[in-house]
């Protein structure tokens, strides 16, 4: 399910990106960091993502050029990883 909230509604009253559950860094580029974060909303889960600047010189902030966030429900899912793993040696 897709929610839209408001930008400033996420950050004043929710108090968003800082209160949420999960952050964790999706991707980097030069100027920006890119993030996905998870929140509480409603008694829901959502997540949605933003970027920040990446360095004191870029003033890029969470959601700057939105006024409308896209906000998609979540649910957390135990998973099973299968990972190689290096023999001890004999």
Known sequence: MKIKLDKDYMVNELGLPESSILEEITDTSRWSIHYRIVFS?????????????????????????????????VELKEVKVRKWIRKESQ
Request: hydrophobic share 20%.
């Open 41 to 73: 909303y409603q008694g829901r889960f959502f997540e949605t993502f933003y970027s920040k600047g990446a360095t004191e010189n870029q003033y890029e902030s969470p959601w700057e050029f939105e006024d409308q966030v896209d906000c998609y429900e």
